[in-house]
């Protein structure tokens, strides 16, 4: 953090004489860039923050991170200072956009995370002949699991093939070859590597029979 | 360009560029930014490998180490991304939108030749009038950073004048999915 800190206070006086020397003469070193400091928040510069959607948070962070700017932008006078470029109405209006825009994206933030706990992992077994089955594992990709690599690490696991194949749904799965339904199941409690994160109730086994093509 | 962007299917593939490539690339961004051959070489080492990044509708990144640098639609003028530009600000020339205006901006809209011209706005005087089709880099009233980099869809001078309809088209935003994208 305390780089951080000593990097936001270098760009305030750096941009003005900057501009003024290109014209004079290309200077024979590299100029030194501009270190803006980001809001971690939100990602943006941090005097962006009052038109995304988590102002609040964006505050509260920058009043942590770095007091001093955080006065520069949002203490009284800088309020102040701010409405008198732009008419009473709009500010208004600009306020209460804002808010609105707070508001959904907190509900949708809400929504995602709900869906996110909600969702299922279903590991089916499928038999491909007699003996033999291959595992497909689904809903992975709910989690932030990255299937590839999903993929990978079961493949080395199990010492077998892994792939991430295409479901007629239009979904994504992870296709073991052999019988690991059980195996996998463990893995994911236990959170190896990138299975990490994921609640263990939201397993479900399930069996895919052949059917007998000969009777 | 950027607004709706997702690597997974906007992507066709990444490949390192030739050296030769490079080589014109280079003469070319020196030739169309306002930047110092040893600028450039702070952030992008000649050493460092550019890699083309293809996506849909012709469009091309060049990324240095997986961090995008400047982006270009078929073989028209390169654009630097929002984090060059908010490291050196100088190298486009530069157009300021009043208050007002940032909210659309920032939602991906156009820029309005109302929000150049009216009193928070700036556009450069007529000695330095650009072009239409010249790149520049959208900055906004009482902020210091840019918001936007994009394309004059007329000249300076036309906008003062005619003062209507869509004077900058805004080609990556300040929160785009390119500006979301770290790395690529």
């Known amino acids: 953090m305390g780089r951080k800190q000593n990097r936001a206070q270098s760009p305030t006086p750096a941009p003005a004489p900057e501009p ?86 907190e509900a949708k933030a809400d929504a995602a995370l709900k869906k996110k706990l909600a969702s299922q992992i279903i590991i089916r077994r499928i038999e491909r002949t007699k003996r033999k089955h291959v595992t497909a594992i689904q809903g992975l990709e709910a989690f932030g699991v990255d299937l590839k690599k999903a993929a990978k690490q079961f493949a080395s696991k199990f010492a077998t093939g892994a792939s991430v194949t295409k479901t007629p749904t239009g979904g994504e799965e992870i296709v073991v070859q052999g019988d690991v339904a059980e195996e996998v199941q463990e893995m994911i409690e236990e959170g190896v590597g990138v299975l990490k994160g994921i609640p263990a109730d939201n397993i479900e086994i399930t069996e895919e029979k052949k059917k007998k093509s000969g009777e | 360009m950027f607004k709706k962007f997702t690597p997974s299917s906007d992507v066709s593939g990444h490949t390192p560029v030739k050296s030769s490539v490079q080589r014109s690339i280079r003469t070319n961004v020196l030739s169309q930014w306002k930047i110092e051959p040893e600028t450039l070489e702070a952030i992008w080492p000649k050493k460092e490998g550019l890699v083309h990044v293809k996506c849909r509708d012709h469009i091309s990144v060049y990324t240095v180490n997986g961090e995008p640098l400047f982006f270009q639609h078929f073989d028209e003028a390169f654009f630097p991304t929002l984090r060059v530009i908010h490291k050196y600000p100088y190298i486009l020339p530069a157009v300021k939108i009043d208050r ?72 990556t935003y300040l929160g785009d999915d390119l500006w979301a994208l770290e790395t690529l």
């Open chain 2, 100 to 171: 007002g205006a940032i909210r659309f901006v920032l939602a991906g809209a156009q820029i309005m030749c109302p929000g150049l011209t009216s009193k928070g706005g700036e556009l450069p005087p007529e000695e330095a009038a650009l072009e239409a089709g010249t790149p520049v880099g959208v900055f906004a009233e009482g902020k210091e950073h840019a918001v936007a980099v994009g394309i004059t869809k007329m000249g300076t001078e036309a906008m003062k004048k005619t003062n209507k309809g869509v004077g900058v088209e805004a080609t």
């Open chain 1, 20 to 105: 003024e020397a290109v014209e004079a003469e290309p200077a024979p070193e590299a100029r030194p860039p501009l270190e803006v400091l980001y809001c971690s928040v939100c990602s943006f510069p941090i005097e962006y923050c009052e038109f995304g959607s988590s102002l609040t948070r964006c505050k509260e962070w920058l009043k942590e991170a770095n007091e001093d700017l955080f006065n520069k932008y949002y203490s009284d006078e800088a309020l102040q200072a701010k409405l008198g470029t732009l008419s009473l109405e709009a500010q208004a209006k600009l306020e209460q956009d804002t808010a609105k825009k707070e508001a959904k994206a």
